[in-house]
């Protein structure tokens, strides 16, 4: 299978308008890009068939579905104010807000027993998501059928290694549409409702999703990416250090990523506490172990 996989990394500067889109008229995805003009379109949350999201879901004060129950998601009144929120008790005072399946949430991943989704949500198929990284509003898109298709668990870590603060994943499978710098990645079937992101046309364009460069980490941030099925981590045991060993990987071009996926595993024979690339600083361990 090959490979179908969009991330885009916004600065929030750089956003005109994030509007949540309701596609009444059933209209494919090209045909809502044409419509509104917009830079980039990524599938929001759950509907069914009636045509009704299921999900929290208020656009422009108008509230499209409610729920006794408290979920994480997004508010804003303008890209300036995008945040993570309890909805919809922390959302009075703001015009929009998104919940779906959340992921990952204030730098901290969601253990698997707070990833609460349906059973037929489940199993690895293409997925979408949005979130916050620094700066940056993310949206992320794979395709179903792929390589790139993912579990919700297996969504969030990947998310999460990418230093994603928060994320909420949206509907999947054959819903996935997603839209951004000219590329279209069209479903089997259309998303009942989107995210839009309009840029202000005056600022350049963010890097094209399929190679991102995320925003430069300032004063040294350290991204957590802990490797808790390694069985260093889960043992515990610190010992007394009288020193430090820095190196190269020793293979060229490699980057963190790849490593924390290898060292994220029972049969894993070594392992660091940190690991430097050009995207970031991350650290696996906890320092003593």
């Known amino acids: 299978m ?91 005072n703001y015009k929009n807000h998104f919940a779906c399946v959340a992921l990952i949430a204030n730098g901290t991943a969601y253990p698997d027993n707070l990833v609460q989704y349906k059973p037929d949500v489940g199993g690895k ?7 916050i990284k620094g700066d940056c509003l993310v949206l992320y898109a794979s395709k179903d059928g792929t390589s790139d298709a993912k579990t919700p668990e297996k969504l969030r870590d990947y998310m999460f290694a990418k230093g994603v603060t928060d994320f909420i994943m949206g509907d999947g499978g054959g819903k996935v549409n997603y839209y951004g710098d000219g590329d279209l990645m069209q479903g ?10 309009y840029l202000n046309k005056e600022e350049t364009k963010p890097t094209e999703p399929t190679k991102p460069t995320p925003p430069t980490p300032t004063a040294y941030t350290i991204i957590q990416a802990p490797i808790t099925n390694n069985p260093r981590y889960k043992a515990n045991q610190k010992k007394v250090k009288t020193g430090y060993m820095q190196h190269s990987t020793g293979t060229p071009g490699g980057k963190a990523e790849s490593f924390i996926k290898t060292w994220n595993s029972q049969s894993a024979q ?18 003593g172990i």
């Open 2 to 92: 090959k490979p179908v996989e969009k991330i885009a990394y916004i600065p929030f500067k750089d956003i005109r308008k994030i509007e949540i889109y309701i596609n009444d008229q059933k209209l494919s995805l090209s045909k809502i890009v044409e419509e509104t003009g917009c830079d980039f379109a990524i599938t929001g949350t759950f509907y069914n068939n009636l045509w009704k999201p299921v999900c929290p879901l208020k656009k422009d004060n108008t509230v499209l579905f409610n729920s006794t129950d408290i979920y994480r998601g997004f508010k804003w009144n303008n890209p300036s104010d995008f945040s993570t929120a309890r909805i919809p008790n922390e959302t009075t």
């Open 125 to 131: 198929r293409g997925r979408t998501g949005i979130g």
């Open 188 to 197: 089997s079937a259309k998303s009942q409702n989107l995210i839009l992101v």
């Open 270 to 287: 070594a392992e660091t506490e940190f690991i430097i690339d050009d995207t970031g600083i991350y650290q696996m361990m906890p320092i």
